[in-house]
């Protein structure tokens, strides 16, 4: 099974966080940019013929923020090129602020059956700090329109002044609010993002304070009945989002729009970042690839073991072996004993110890250089 992503790069305005690709001030071009998005699955329908997709993520920037209508001729794209399953996990990532009861029946009614909803915190003043449009009651009234539905909140940890009990605070309000998944993941101040002044200027908790804003989180979480399948991806039992499963797993996934990126039969290729040139390729009936590296057996082993020892289920060496033809404990005996003390070992399975999942790259880097 393999993964559809569609990348919607359009916003209200821009968060003072945020370097993924998204254009606050092009709204108008939606409708030219639907239109080769649609185009764009048709370039691809053929090469795909033999593949069976189980998800279909549209992210972005602001999905919610286009007409439905839009979203609606996507899925219903999506359906007409490829073999999407008819129990397929269809996500859409909405922002609290761009959805009516309407909408949200709309997106339903299209066969969309899981959200994903920033929230961020559920503390205004931080909010205003990062630069999100919406309030915490603007939350609270998406959710409230989101009732008994399958959704997600992202809470964000890192942010200035943020206290464990701002995150406790935050979780709470999500889960109350009806939220069946977490996602909680740690601000990243990227250079030429406004908010990389106040990581310069010290405003913003350094590694450590993040640490243990990320615990106090971890904690609440489970003492809600939360579990922690991958790092920073926490739900109730069930919940687990599908579409991302597949990336750990190192499932195959095709993209669609600007800034997408995809990887069939071990090829990555990334869409140009630039809606200009998107439209230039759609246009000439070309595809707007722009980075295309094949991925050899050395790089693939490592994807795979990187992305399995950020889940909770840990790293299978039997997998290992039927994939890669060789033994995991063996080939990687060096890095495995210099790293024991974070891990549990248990036959073929190797999984980072729960107390140290949080700092695993740190871990994880020792089986780049082994
Ligand atoms: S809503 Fe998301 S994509 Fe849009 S500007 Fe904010 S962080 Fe970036």
Redesign the pocket.
């Known amino acids: 099974m393999a993964g559809i992503y569609v990348h919607i790069p359009f916003?209200k305005?821009?968060?003072s966080?945020?370097d993924?690709t998204?254009f606050?001030d092009k709204l108008c071009y939606a409708e030219s940019y639907m239109a080769c998005v649609y185009r764009e699955m048709s370039f691809r329908c053929k090469e795909l013929k033999d593949y069976n997709f189980d998800t279909l993520y549209i992210g972005?920037?602001?999905p919610s923020v286009i007409d439905e209508s839009y979203i609606g001729m996507l899925v219903a794209s999506a359906r007409k090129n490829f073999n999407l399953s008819k129990s397929a996990e269809i996500t859409i990532e909405i922002?609290p602020g761009t959805v009516t009861r309407d909408k949200i029946d709309f997106y339903k009614k299209c066969g969309i059956n899981r959200f994903s909803v920033?929230l961020q915190s559920a503390i205004d003043s931080q909010l205003e700090d990062i630069?999100?449009i919406h309030t915490a009651k603007d939350f609270a009234d998406c959710a409230a329109l989101l009732k008994g539905e399958n959704f997600n909140a992202d809470v964000m940890i890192g942010l200035k002044g943020q206290k464990a009990e701002d995150v406790i605070y935050t979780i709470d309000f999500a889960v109350k609010a009806g939220a069946s998944h977490i996602s909680m993941y740690a601000l990243t101040p990227e250079d030429g993002t406004p908010i990389y002044t106040d990581y310069l200027n010290g405003e913003l908790p350094d590694g450590d304070e993040v640490a243990a804003l990320y615990d106090a989180g971890y904690k609440h979480l489970k003492e809600l009945g939360f579990i922690r399948y991958e790092v920073s991806n926490f739900c109730r039992r069930g919940k687990e989002s599908r579409h991302n499963l597949n990336y750990w797993h190192r499932g195959e996934y095709i993209g669609f729009g600007v800034s997408a990126s995809s990887c069939i039969n071990n090829v990555r290729f990334t869409n140009t970042f630039d809606l200009d040139e998107y439209f230039k390729c759609i246009f000439t009936e070309h595809l707007p690839v722009i980075t295309s590296e094949e991925i050899d057996k050395e790089g693939q082993k490592f994807e795979f073991i990187m992305l399995a020892l950020r889940t909770a289920e840990g790293l299978d060496a039997f997998e290992y072996k039927k994939l890669f033809g060789s033994d995991f404990l063996e080939e990687h005996k060096n890095a495995l004993k210099k790293v024991a003390r974070y891990l549990d070992i248990d036959g073929d399975s190797v999984k980072i110890k729960d107390e140290y999942l949080f700092v695993q790259n740190s871990i994880i880097i020792e089986f780049l250089e082994s």
């Open positions: 916003c305005s821009k968060c966080y945020c993924f998204s606050p972005g920037g602001t922002n920033g630069g999100r």
